[in-house]
């Protein structure tokens, strides 16, 4: 798991439950945002992951 369940949890607050399905979906999208801008930058021949490959 790339996210962190208790920064998540404290992000959203005491307001709101938080299902498991929704921490495994928004980790598939961390990891899909990395594997991302890993290739843009490699696309531009960089080794340094930037805002901007976001």
């Known amino acids: ?7 998540v949890k404290a992000m959203v ?5 938080i299902s498991q399905d929704f921490y495994d979906k928004l980790d598939a999208a961390v990891a ?13 021949g960089r080794k340094t ?3 901007y490959d976001l």
């Open 1 to 7: 798991m790339i996210i962190k369940k208790s920064e």
């Open 13 to 17: 607050g005491d307001d709101y439950r």
């Open 32 to 44: 899909d945002l990395i594997k991302d801008a890993t290739a843009r930058a490699k696309e531009n």
């Open 49 to 51: 992951l930037k805002p």
